[in-house]
């Protein structure tokens, strides 16, 4: 094949064009890029085109598009070298490209299923189901699940009415006393709030990180469920030989 003949997309001249002004801060990162037919005509190219380049500025991870609002520079691009799934944390902190102004939790207790039974390996006559939900201002943009038996409950000596307790051991403390966790990721279009008049954005594309956490004990510590919005996720492997 005779490569001189091949010229460079017109798309990707647009994407080095976009990606050079957001390196030298003319769109600083949590900025809103300008609407598309504004931008089309400041780089002189059709909407196709620069949807083109905004896709794949998107797909690399320098740009989310929440629907209805736009396209914003997001500060993954600054964050290549964080801690990834490999290493046992939060993965809604290490997948999710947001920091976030408050955490809500939510519990219930609910009696054993089929279900409960596989995922926390053991009978527990009560089981504590608790919600978070991850807000950045007035959005909703990152929501968890977990499941434990009431007999970990207990042999931890957490209170359930104590929220700050509560979450600070489902976000931080139990990554500190487990030894290894399993992660399966899947992709969902369909995210079951518990609370009916919540709606998280992005909620028709979202990962699903289903997450076990173990110490010593042949029983999960906790079984959670993290949904992070496609528009919203940064997921990176290390894969070593």
């Given amino acids: 094949m005779n490569t001189n003949n091949l010229k460079k997309p017109l798309y990707i001249n647009v994407y080095d064009e976009l990606l050079l002004q957001i390196s030298k801060g003319v769109y600083p990162v949590d900025s809103r890029l300008p609407s598309e037919p504004d931008l089309a005509s400041r780089l002189g190219v059709s909407r196709a085109t620069l949807r083109q380049a905004l896709t794949l500025l998107q797909d690399d991870g320098l740009v989310r598009n929440i629907r209805g609002k736009g396209n914003f520079v997001i500060d993954s691009f600054y964050k290549q070298d964080g801690v990834q799934l490999e290493k046992l944390s939060n993965p809604m902190h290490k997948c999710h490209i947001s920091t976030f102004d408050r955490i ?29 939900l991850y ?7 990152g929501y968890a699940f977990t499941f434990m038996s009431m007999q970990m409950v207990e042999s ?18 139990a990554y500190a006393i487990a030894n290894h966790g ?60």
């Fill in 156 to 173: 931890l000596s957490l209170d359930l009415h104590n929220q700050d307790q509560l979450l600070d051991f489902l976000e931080n403390k």
């Fill in 104 to 132: 809500d939790t939510h519990y219930r207790l609910d009696p054993d299923t089929e279900y409960t039974k596989q995922i926390l390996k053991r009978d527990s006559s009560t089981v504590v189901a608790i919600e978070r």
């Fill in 135 to 141: 807000r950045k201002g007035n959005d909703l943009v």
């Fill in 182 to 241: 399993e992660i399966e990721i899947k992709y969902t279009h369909t995210v079951n709030l518990a609370e009916q008049n919540e709606t998280l954005i992005g909620q028709d594309e979202c990962f699903l990180l289903l997450e076990s956490l173990y110490n010593h004990g042949d029983y999960p510590i906790m079984h959670n469920k993290f949904y992070i919005p496609q528009q919203f996720s940064n997921i990176k492997l290390n894969i070593y030989n």
